[in-house]
């Protein structure tokens, strides 16, 4: 070839690359960043929005109430009687009235002290005894001729037209109210013209057999009917049932009596003060001023029995002053010259001697006064009472949560509130002091919450003790609000406690295997299985623990709890045995070791289907349910539950400390066939040592006198923890056991090598390497898994019996916040205490949430860090 010859280059052209990055790419990085950090914030946000949103629901809860005396007041009333028996306020208050001895009633404007109206109710008669419940405007006189007449005083409401109502009424304020036609005429906010007047309805007098002057009298009406209870001047008590009884043709109404008797002893010319005829009618009790009161067991109306005689004031220099029935006629209020105010109400003790089993106790002693108790006035609607004091002062209490609510003077006159009324609608205080009307408006919207009502045992009524209890709506207006938050917190971690306690095990010890021992083919079917798990809707899981597992495992028990060892047993027998075949067979068939394991299982159960009666026999005197109730064995049984686990734990602890080092010095030249021999003959020795030193213990504490039952142990329940632990437990395994699986398959796999290459076992290399590095994603599993157990709702519902109980009976249901929340719910709307109380326990779930994820993230930081150290 000639020199002169071109020449080609056969080297590709390599283009250059631009280390400029392109607007387009920094512009969409960016953007992602933001869009990160915006959602970053934004979840913040909402979740403290939550946080702040449950907070501005409950606050109001726990803000004070306040009475503050209207304008233009005190109104003087026209033409008020000096012997003013009882007087009253309309649900508006627009309309005082009274009634005095002589049974006059009236009725005033209130906004003005106008008379609007007046009635002799007994034209020519004068009553010699009266009463006015609460509530229905029952009332009923006697007279000086034997004769009882019982009927109705209330408000009757109806709309007027406005066609041909005057100028003056027309333009009226919404809200207020002028006298017109007897009555009331108010203009509601629908542009309605309301016209409430009194009625008075008093029927037919109603002859009784006695042979002196009524001079007390008391009347209850419930579903039953009508009873009234009187006492005459020389002592004579008389129940008697009102049966009434309508002809359809003529409309006349016959009055039947049956009637029952027994004399009161009145001593040293002292006569008694007040009758008191319980709202039931099944007890009646009869004051004196000196405070001496005497209580009658009237279940069997044709005989009345004394059962018990109760001083109902401390001092014996007091003087019992007022005495008045809370809604429902079963609490007593009663204030004394000494200036205290109590609570009085019949409770059943184990202890009782009377012959109904019940006695009147002081369940509630009110903020004292610095003067006597002149008046006393209990709310329709709720447990509030108005006080009068000597001093002119009036407060307000709220009886379940045992304080004074608010404060008031009277603004004129130089006597005391002689006479109080509580508005239908518990929006105000009336008073009259001679003829001087007073009205203060109430404005307490949740008096029964108090954190001390929320969170500390509250005596409620009826009951034998100050107890923790819920209960926020009932059949009737009567009941008495109980919003213990104590069960629905102390059930929230007793499920959590018992789900726990099924689901982490199961999940850590499942994540270790499918990490650390199975085939990866294996693995790539069985984790998705059981992630899948974690798709179970809540509600069919309840469903099954409810109509399924409940009424299942309460036939079987026994087998179950001996369930409880077997399982666990057959599952390191079978591993022991494995270790007894050849290294050549072990090897081969080592892929084949999670057939193995399926088949413990069933074994296992087995096993505890055939030792189930013999366990019952042996630790529960052949009935687990009679052996629960405390009918019938001892508490070793009850012992076992508790010293089996820690007699295990000091048996492997001797085990690996003494035994083991012992047996691998000395059998240095031994086979493997020796040495697997050797570990199952310590396996079966170490199970028997472990149930012998339990037996042994828990017999020795049982002759001490200590019994467990009635503690973590009691009564059986079919819907109970240890349902809602096993199925609760099947929800919160699949989120532990993926987070955990994999932290621990994010363990390099460098430091497995390093492990086995320095001699180490798997098994070490699993329990000693793999999972102290991978401790910190363990833990934020089982942080997760409690999140979810904390917060689980359905499961618990349908399967824990759904009861405000407290105790550490696995045996027994429970409630919790967040099945409160689902159960209330649809009820919130009754009223405004009852939808906070709501918010409040979301609230408190929230709170415990927090606090908890707090403490784990503050812990996984410090097994991260450590972890790094090492």
Known sequence: MSSDQPTTDSRPVVRKRSRKTRTSVLLADRFAGLLIKLGGIGTILTVSLVFVFLLWVVFPLFLPAAMQSQEDFPKKLASQSSSLIHMGVNEYLHITWTVDSDGNLVWYHSETGEQIGSQALFPGETPTAWSFSLRGGHVAFAFEDATVRLGTIGFETSFVADDNLPDEVTDLPIGDGVPYEGGILERTPENQFRLQTLVADLQDPIKVDVDSKITLIDQSVSSKGKIFALLTENGEFRLARVTERKNLLTGKITTKL?????????????????????????????????GRAERFDCRNASKPTLVETVDLVESPDARLTAIEFLIGKTSVVTGDSDGNVDVWFRVKPEDATTSDGATLVRAH?????????????????????????????????????????????????????????????????????????????????????TWSSIFSSVWYEGYAEPEHAWQSSSGTDEFEEKYGMMPLVFGTLKSTFYSMLFAVPLALLAAIY????????????????????????SVVLGFLAALFFAPLVEDIVPEVLTALITVPFAFLLGAYLWQLLPASLEVQFRKYRIFGVAVALPIGLAMAYFFGDSVERWLFAGDIKAWLDGQIGTGTGAWMFILLPLSAFLVIWFVNSLVSPRIRSAGKHWTRSSFAQIDLVKFLVACLGTVAIAYIASAFLNTLGWDPRGSYVGTYVQRNSL???????????????????????????????ASLGAGATPWQTAIRVVVPTAMSGLFSAVMVGLGRAVGETMIVLMAAGNTALMDL??????????????????????????????????????????????????????????????
Request: hydrophobic letters at 50%; aromatic letters at 6%.
């Open 809 to 870: 009976n696995v045996f027994n249901g429970f409630r919790t916040l967040s099945a409160n929340i689902a159960v209330e719910l649809p009820e919130a709307v009754i009223n405004s205490s009852h939808y906070r109380m709501l918010f409040l326990a979301a609230l408190l779930l929230f709170v415990i949430t927090f606090v908890v994820n707090t403490v784990a993230e503050t812990i996984r930081l410090r097994f991260r860090k450590r972890a790094f150290q090492l």
């Open 365 to 449: 002693r009110l903020p004292a006064g610095d003067s006597p108790v002149v008046s006393l006035a209990a709310s329709p609607r709720s447990r509030m009472v108005a006080v009068g004091f000597e001093d002119q002062s009036v407060r307000l209490f709220h009886v379940t949560s045992n304080q004074e609510l608010s404060e008031a003077k009277l603004t004129d006159g130089n006597l005391p509130a002689t006479h109080l009324a509580i508005a239908p609608k518990d929006n105000a205080v009336v008073s009259i002091n001679d003829d001087q009307l007073q009205i203060w408006a109430v404005d307490a919207s949740h008096p029964e919450i």
């Open 258 to 290: 049956r009637e029952g008797k027994t004399q009161v002893e009145l001593s040293d010319g002292s006569a008694p003060n007040r009758i008191m005829l319980a709202g039931l009618g099944d007890s009646v009790i009869v004051t004196w001023p000196d």
């Open 723 to 753: 349902i809602v632990g096993a199925i609760m437990g099947f929800a919160v395994i699949p989120i532990i056991y993926t987070i955990a699986d994999d932290a621990l398959s994010a363990v390099p796999e460098s430091i497995r090598a």
């Open 514 to 537: 499918t990490s650390e021992f199975l085939h990866a083919k294996a693995k790539a079917r069985i984790k998705p299985t059981i992630e899948v798990m974690a798709s179970l809707p």
